[in-house]
DNA sequence: CGTCTATTTGAATGTACTCAAAAGCGGTGG
DNA sequence: CCACCGCTTTTGAGTACATTCAAATAGACG
């Protein structure tokens, strides 16, 4: 199986030599998931840290009054899992799905602990993803702190580049807050190129 | 100096040995900050981490209309920083600032390298605190997504117990994203009590 | 005591939601 | 290949949530 493309991830934070490649590919496992398939079931422990190579897939829960939230997007070259889930081994509150037919690469739980052990240095990957993964989160939080539906929506254009054209109009909304029927208005009337 | 309650909250995480407490308070710093003083400008790197000993800290940004949202308090016994800036250090986007005397404990970014090398422990320690901060960030995107302003100030209200008499209304408002005038009227016309 | 800021209250406005109905679009089966 | 079904998108009317602005009141602090 080709793993280029996540080492090629991987070696952005940290400098992996032969036999930290073998053994860290060793632990690794490719799948092929079709559309609409789920990778998480929220309430069951989240297992494995997943890696997209191709596809695209969401995150999200079910809200007190019953709407679907989708906490982020995943796309190629990108990383997903249920962070609280996946260390502490707690419950999922996410669910997470395919939204293309996906080819992901998994890393499970259980080997966690070893690849930690007998490479260190993942130690520190992990914190540093960890530390984007953050830094991601803040910016979502200011987001919608001060602006309004309009400029979260031109923002996620920017913070997830070309991924819109893969989306329905009624994931984009919900993963802004917004109803569907408002994302359509704002789209259509407006005025997105011209002010602001 | 009296370390005690910092090495209490570390070793609910990891375990120390005599040496290792040593020389981790080798590296800590106490201080005594007045109120309305600022531990960070932003725009500067930030080159502490912060644990409040005692007192109340607001971390805040001012946004594009020039109004002040406060990202995140710290009381007693919690850690506050920020993140990006102190780990990749880069110009700080937060101002950090105290709203009452307060007494902090420093941990110098410039030892954190050798903190981790000769402590590997550490290491899994601040992965464990970036955890827990990053699921707090995750119940607040969860709430600006789903819930009205009502329910997020009650959710405030439990995320953080008995902080509400020690800050303004406005403060309070500041960190929910809503006018002061707004949340004014929730309080007092409601119905925080009866109903939802 | 006076000044400065925070809080309250109300009116007018804007932003976003719900509900409903119509139109569009994609996939499936006959 | 077409017709139908189900889902998404659009549009509009009415409503609810939240903001701005302004003015009055209350509190905090030197």
């Known amino acids: 199986m080709d793993y280029n493309s996540i080492l ?5 934070y940290i400098i992996l030599n032969e036999q930290e490649i073998d053994f860290f590919t ?9 559309k609409k398939e789920f990778i998480l ?9 997943y890696y997209v190579v191709k596809g695209c897939i969401k995150k999200y829960y079910i809200n007190s009054e019953g709407k679907e939230r989708i906490f982020e997007f995943a796309i190629e070259n990108q990383w ?9 081994q707690t419950p999922s509150i996410f669910d997470i799905e395919t939204i293309e037919d996906t080819e992901i690469i998994q890393l499970k739980r259980i080997d966690i602990e070893p690849l930690l052990t007998r ?3 993942f130690e520190r990957y992990f914190r540093l993803i960890g530390n984007d993964l953050l830094f991601k ?12 539906a309009k400029e979260r929506y031109k923002d996620f254009l ?15 909304a919900s993963y802004l807050g917004v109803s ?17």
Chains 1, 2 share one sequence.
């Open 137 to 148: 989160q803040e910016r979502r939080i200011k987001q919608n702190l001060s602006c309004s």
């Open 158 to 172: 920017q913070d997830y580049p070309n991924i819109e054209p893969r989306l329905s109009q009624r994931q984009v």
């Open 80 to 88: 997903i899992s249920d962070q609280n889930s996946f260390w502490i």
């Open 180 to 196: 569907p029927e408002f994302l359509s208005s704002l789209r259509n009337k407006s005025n997105l190129i011209s002010n602001t």
């Open 26 to 34: 060793s632990v690794l496992s490719f799948k092929k998931v079709k």
């Open 41 to 49: 079931n929220s309430g069951k422990v989240c297992s494995n840290y």
């Open 119 to 121: 490479i260190p240095k």
């Open 8 to 12: 090629k991830k991987v070696q952005q």
